[in-house]
């Protein structure tokens, strides 16, 4: 029977959630959020249900020169509060279950294949700011989360940007102690840039806040959870995790063979994301958010013996022959959210702010899943390197965790 013609159907209310409300959690210590200072923000409320996925990060502070005047020329970088810290840790009953260094690099690569140009507008309440083309050239509109008179700035970045876990489980977690740890970086350059010469700028954070939704839920869905944690019943928690390993310098050849790192089967790479840098950690001048063009003319990353891509790439991007990169860039959303490709560059803007490298390993024989999985990249350049350069690889990959509600007892599998 046609829906059309159902008059008779049932409407159905869905009343299995009764309250939905965000509490906001402080740190241990408020008042210790400087440079190297390690923030540990504690969800004791180990009774209510709580929905870390949709959790946010409150943050505000003031940005000014060293001796506490406010800059002129001073400003965040695209997503620049996240570069502030170094480390940041999510934990369940005492466990680490998902980790993330160097924050804002992470997180950087990360968004420039997740957003479009929509979430990019909702996100300058986090601090990003979507780079416009002009007739000429490829700029980031000048834009600041700080006050120019008083360097006073505040934002709210939800959690699944940083991380893994908040963005991948969208479930509740019942009866669990949970902890969110974030550690500052010993240096503020990284997070900000300025035109004045010989400018020296700080980064002073007056609040740092977990705000984190709690839910309420109806007679019959409170007695299906109470039978579960009486049942003794272990909850499964999968996400996939984003693990950054950088090469601090590489050598000035035009051959490179980096030995990545070496996973179980279980967490096998899955997508590796690889861009590169000169010349940019913590210079005050530099912007950490944009990545270089080293020259590049092949890529491809070896899971044993199989290879991703299997095509060579012969690439020029200052000749504008990158179509294949930029093609490999621009299938991430679809590839890994199974959505309709909306990237937030077009290829100008790929080519001038951030010329990434977006190696798919999705596929892949079952020999690689019969043992140890050795992962390295190898990347010709059309000539020898001239200056010190910097390679990060964001490897996401599978993890697979276990907890009870009633034992505590948390397991990685």
Partial sequence: MSSILNVTEKLIMDNSITHYETHSYEPYLPTKLGNNDEIVIPVNEVEKYTLPGESSLYIEGKLTKSDGTVSKKASFINNGVAFLFKEMRYQLNGVTIDSVRDVGMTSTLKGYLSYNNNEVNKLENAGWYLP????????????????????????????????????DYKKVII?????????????????????????????????????????????????????????????????RCWELIEYPEL????????????????????????????????????????????????????LNSERYPYID?????????????????????????????????????????????????IHQKELLQSGPVVMRVEFELNSDLDKDTSAYCLVIYDRVFTYNPLTKIVRQI
């Fill in 313 to 361: 790439l012969n690439l020029d991007i200052k000749q504008n022959k990158f179509a294949t990169l930029y093609e490999m860039y621009s299938q991430f959303q679809s590839t890994y959210y199974s959505k309709t490709d909306e990237p937030m560059f077009n290829p100008e803007q790929f080519k001038t702010i951030a010329p990434i490298s977006y190696i798919n390993c």
């Fill in 175 to 239: 009866n669990s102690k949970q902890e969110l740890i974030l550690v500052r970086d010993h240096t503020d350059n990284n997070a900000v840039t300025t035109t004045e010469a010989n400018e020296s700028l700080k980064v002073t954070l007056s609040k740092v806040s977990w705000n984190v939704p709690h839910i309420s839920v109806g007679i019959s869905q409170e007695l299906l959870l109470t039978k579960i944690i009486d049942k003794n019943v272990d909850i499964e928690v999968g996400f």
């Fill in 251 to 302: 050598l000035k050849t035009n051959r490179h063979n980096w030995p990545v790192k070496t996973s179980t089967k279980i967490e096998t790479p899955r997508h590796v994301i690889i861009a590169f840098q000169s010349g940019k950690r913590d210079q005050l001048k530099e912007d950490m958010s944009k990545f270089h063009d080293i020259n590049l003319r092949s890529i491809r990353v070896f």
């Fill in 132 to 167: 416009t083309t002009t007739t000429t050239t490829t700029t980031t509109e000048k834009k600041s989360i700080v006050d120019e008179k008083t360097g006073f700035f505040n934002v709210s970045i939800p959690l699944k940007t940083l991380m893994g876990f908040f963005e």
